[in-house]
């Protein structure tokens, strides 16, 4: 019951530094996506999928690049980390993009931009 | 777009007080709420979600909330709350994605 998981847990990268967030989910879910958690924003959607091949710009997509080339995984990539970027990511799935399926969450990445 | 509300930032209470946090929504069709609850250090956990029917909505630990549609409202209640109860609370909204409050920090006192 491995559910979804992300890694790594904590990263510190400098400015400029290029990195990927990885989520890999094991429950055959279609609908993956992809928040950031700020002090007094709660969650903000970056970027989602509705299934293999699909993305989709969320709330906050700048500055980050998503894949989906399988069902289980939806990377994160930072393509030239900023300070704006230290937050807390979290990575998310459920079984379909219909309203009313509970999404599970990953446990979060730490990012922190020197 | 759905858009998500909540109305305190930090709530401070002793244990055996009563909780109240209010969340509303924006989007007037039908819609799909919930409540996550974030212990520090850890992940989102889901502590209730509406869907239909009974519009009050008992979760786990004890909480319920209440779906009012015409105050477009799903509040969070606790009769009485316990030190564990310390934790980050998030209201959330899903009619295609989901959308969240910027949560209520809630801190009980022993």
């Known amino acids: 019951n491995a559910g979804v998981t992300q890694t790594p847990k904590f990263q510190v990268l400098k400015t400029g530094q290029s990195m990927t967030l990885q989520c890999a989910q094991d429950?055959?879910?279609?609908?993956m996506s992809w928040y950031r958690q700020d002090p007094g924003m709660g969650l903000r959607l970056i970027h989602y999928?509705?299934?293999?091949?699909?993305?989709d710009q969320g709330e906050v997509p700048n500055g980050y690049n998503v894949s989906r080339s399988t069902t289980e995984d939806f990377p994160l990539r930072l393509l030239s980390a900023a300070p704006s970027q230290t937050s807390v990511y979290f990575c998310?799935?459920?079984?379909?993009?219909?309203?009313?399926?509970?999404?599970?969450f990953g446990e979060g990445s730490w990012l922190t931009v020197v | 777009a759905q858009s998500v509300s909540q109305h305190n930032h930090h709530v401070i209470l002793s244990e055996a007080a009563s909780l109240e946090l209010g969340c509303n929504y924006s989007?007037?069709?039908?819609?799909?709420l919930f409540w996550y609850v974030q212990y520090p250090g850890q992940h989102l956990q889901l502590l209730l979600k509406?869907?239909?029917?009974?519009?009050l909505v008992k979760g786990i630990k004890g909480f319920e909330a209440e779906f009012i549609k015409s105050k477009f409202s799903f509040n969070l209640r606790k009769p009485s709350v316990q030190w564990s109860d310390t934790a980050e609370y998030f209201c959330?909204?899903?009619?295609?994605?989901?959308?969240f409050g910027a949560g209520t920090t809630v801190t009980v006192r022993a």
């Open positions: 959330a909204a899903n009619d295609y994605k989901l959308s």
């Open positions: 989007y007037g069709g039908t819609v799909n």
């Open positions: 429950m055959n879910h279609e609908y």
């Open positions: 999928s509705v299934g293999a091949g699909i993305t």
């Open positions: 998310a799935s459920s079984p379909g993009g219909d309203r009313g399926n509970t999404i599970y």
């Open positions: 509406y869907f239909s029917g009974d519009p």
